[in-house]
């Protein structure tokens, strides 16, 4: 039986340069933000890793991302994902991105939207889920479930984790997550 899937969409404000803001938007996405020292911005205790990055960690096994063409209204975003019933209002700074107020007409003269894929968000998406996927295989049973708990938290977190892993596992591991 295939995962039960819903669909999320938000209007990102992209008044002004739609295209520079809907990349902006993109990168932090992927990415999330850092500050000057590399370091993840936090808003409160919680770093602003990206949407990636929180639907990888929820587990979210499956998403898809699309959007139309960044426009002065407003830019259509949509992702399908496996159901989880988590409100993305609680990625750090994610809101910042959405258009509040009233949904702008985004459909041609026939009424369609067309919806483009996100590529570099899917391939980041995928790779980031190959990645925990391949984790959770290398680790024993009894450190699994830490593990995914560290995984939601920061980046501290997880690196304390890490360390208490045998030495050849910790090299494994900070390699296919990037710590």
Do not use: H
Request: hydrophobic fraction near 40%; include cysteine; glycine fraction near 6%.
């Amino acid at each position: 039986m295939a995962n039960p899937m819903e669909g999320l969409s938000y209007v990102i404000n992209t008044s002004g340069d739609p295209q520079a803001q809907f990349d902006a938007f993109v990168s932090f996405c992927a990415s999330g933000t850092r500050n000057q020292t590399g370091e993840f911005e936090r808003v409160g205790s919680m770093e602003v890793r990206g949407v990636v990055d929180w639907l990888v960690n929820l587990p979210v096994s499956e998403a898809n991302f699309f959007a139309t063409q960044p426009s002065e209204d407003g830019t259509l975003f949509v992702v399908t994902v496996s159901q989880n019933n988590v409100p993305w209002i609680s990625i750090p700074r994610f809101t910042s991105f959405v258009k509040k107020g009233s949904f702008p007409n985004l459909g041609d003269q026939d009424g369609q939207i067309k919806l483009q894929s996100v590529s570099r968000l899917d391939d980041e998406f995928a790779r980031r889920f190959a990645a925990r996927r391949r984790v959770f295989e290398l680790l024993p049973p009894a450190a699994q479930a830490n593990f995914a708990r560290a995984l939601a938290g920061t980046t501290d977190q997880q690196r304390s984790v890490v360390l208490t892993l045998d030495a050849q596992l910790q090299m494994q591991v900070n390699a296919l997550l990037g710590l």
